[in-house]
């Protein structure tokens, strides 16, 4: 078995309600950070990783995210033709490699373990990604570049981790640490969403994840878990004994809960201020209406 990691699963099934209206016709992970789709930031960080092969976990209503990864020649011909060198090139920076890309459907809404259980005649047995294009991550160095470094050291299966409060912790998946070694720990439980006030920690799972294929077994068998759903915390928990160790990675970056109201707008800001072009009318446009905010 290569221990390289070089395939990346794309869970993109889900309804998106929480955007709706706006997720009735345009798919969630389609939706604009500053201008580039969602997705497109998860596939940067997957491409600068080292992954090649980009599967994506769909359903009903995603054509208009299997359109986004098509090229487009007649477009590029025209931005040629007129000398839009730099919009041509950000246009092209979108292109994927033929066959690079596949899409899956999941037929019914089972729960995260059961849209990567999806992809398993894919992935083959072989080490492999997994991205939550909602958990949006900005970084120096790109969060799932960390982890292949890390897990290079590490092998088994790794989840990206971050203290969050204890009160949002029944939120996510969290962690019950067995040894504490700074940007890693060793995992000796991981619970999906505890119910308040039973969290074994405050240290929660973000979603990127680089799993054993033993992980896509323990999912064969799987049953439902929290929220009556097929849990990939769970088949990830299953290993914690077994010869693949699980490791929690504090990831060195900020992230942002695109997949909430509140987090996209957070997002927006904030790479909207890392764009040299927009900083400076961005900046002084939130000045203003905080003062104003701050004399009401
Ligand atoms: C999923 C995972 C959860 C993880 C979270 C991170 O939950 O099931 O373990 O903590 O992503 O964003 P979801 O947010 O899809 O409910």
Same mark, same amino acid.
């Given at each position: 078995?290569?221990?390289?990691?070089?395939?990346?699963?794309?869970?993109?099934?889900?309804?998106?309600?929480?955007?709706?209206?706006?997720?009735?016709?345009?798919?969630?992970?389609?939706?604009?950070?500053?201008?580039?789709?969602?997705?497109?930031?998860?596939?940067?960080?997957?491409?600068?990783?080292?992954?090649?092969?980009?599967?994506?976990?769909?359903?009903?209503?995603?054509?208009?995210?299997?359109?986004?990864?098509?090229?487009?020649?007649?477009?590029?011909?025209?931005?040629?033709? #007129? =000398?839009?060198? @730099?919009?041509?090139?950000?246009?092209? +920076?979108?292109?994927?490699?033929?066959?690079?890309?596949? !899409? %899956?459907?999941?037929?019914?809404?089972?729960?995260?373990?059961?849209?990567?259980?999806?992809?398993?005649?894919?992935?083959?047995?072989?080490?492999?990604?997994?991205?939550?294009?909602?958990?949006?991550?900005?970084?120096?160095?790109?969060?799932?570049?960390?982890?292949?470094?890390?897990?290079?050291?590490?092998?088994?299966?790794?989840?990206?981790?971050?203290?969050?409060?204890?009160?949002?912790?029944?939120?996510?998946?969290?962690?019950?640490?067995?040894?504490?070694?700074?940007?890693?720990?060793?995992? #000796? =439980?991981?619970? @999906?969403?505890?119910?308040?006030?039973? +969290?074994?920690?405050?240290?929660?799972?973000?979603?990127? !994840? %680089?799993?054993?294929?033993?992980?896509?077994?323990?999912?064969?068998?799987?049953?439902?878990?929290?929220?009556?759903?097929?849990?990939?915390?769970?088949?990830?928990?299953?290993?914690?004994?077994?010869?693949?160790?699980?490791?929690?990675?504090?990831?060195?970056?900020?992230?942002?809960?695109?997949?909430?109201?509140?987090?996209?707008?957070?997002?927006?800001?904030?790479?909207?201020?890392?764009?040299?072009?927009?900083?400076?009318?961005?900046?002084?446009?939130?000045?203003?209406?905080?003062?104003?905010?701050?004399?009401?």
């Amino acid at each position: 078995m290569s221990n390289k990691v070089t395939k990346a699963v794309f869970p993109v099934a889900g309804l998106g309600t929480r955007f709706l209206p706006a997720t009735k016709s345009v798919p969630k992970e389609i939706m604009t950070l500053v201008d580039r789709p969602l997705v497109q930031y998860a596939i940067d960080e997957a491409r600068a990783a080292g992954i090649k092969e980009f599967i994506f976990v769909t359903s009903r209503g995603k054509s208009a995210l299997e359109d986004y990864f098509d090229n487009m020649p007649y477009l590029e011909e025209e931005l040629r033709r #007129k =000398g839009k060198t @730099e919009l041509l090139e950000t246009l092209q +920076a979108t292109n994927m490699e033929s066959g690079a890309i596949a !899409y %899956i459907r999941q037929h019914k809404a089972l729960g995260l373990g059961h849209a990567v259980w999806c992809a398993r005649r894919l992935i083959g047995d072989e080490p492999f990604a997994v991205m939550l294009p909602d958990d949006v991550i900005a970084a120096e160095k790109p969060c799932l570049a960390q982890m292949v470094e890390a897990y290079e050291e590490t092998g088994g299966s790794m989840v990206a981790a971050m203290e969050v409060p204890y009160d949002r912790t029944s939120a996510y998946g969290v962690l019950d640490v067995q040894e504490d070694m700074g940007s890693m720990v060793s995992v #000796k =439980g991981m619970v @999906e969403k505890p119910a308040q006030g039973t +969290a074994p920690s405050n240290l929660a799972v973000i979603g990127r !994840y %680089i799993l054993s294929p033993s992980v896509l077994e323990n999912l064969n068998t799987m049953k439902e878990g929290a929220g009556g759903e097929i849990q990939l915390t769970d088949a990830i928990a299953q290993e914690i004994g077994g010869p693949n160790n699980v490791y929690g990675y504090r990831f060195r970056g900020q992230r942002f809960d695109c997949g909430s109201k509140a987090g996209f707008l957070q997002a927006t800001v904030a790479f909207g201020l890392a764009r040299e072009e927009l900083r400076d009318d961005l900046a002084s446009f939130l000045q203003e209406i905080m003062l104003a905010q701050a004399a009401e």
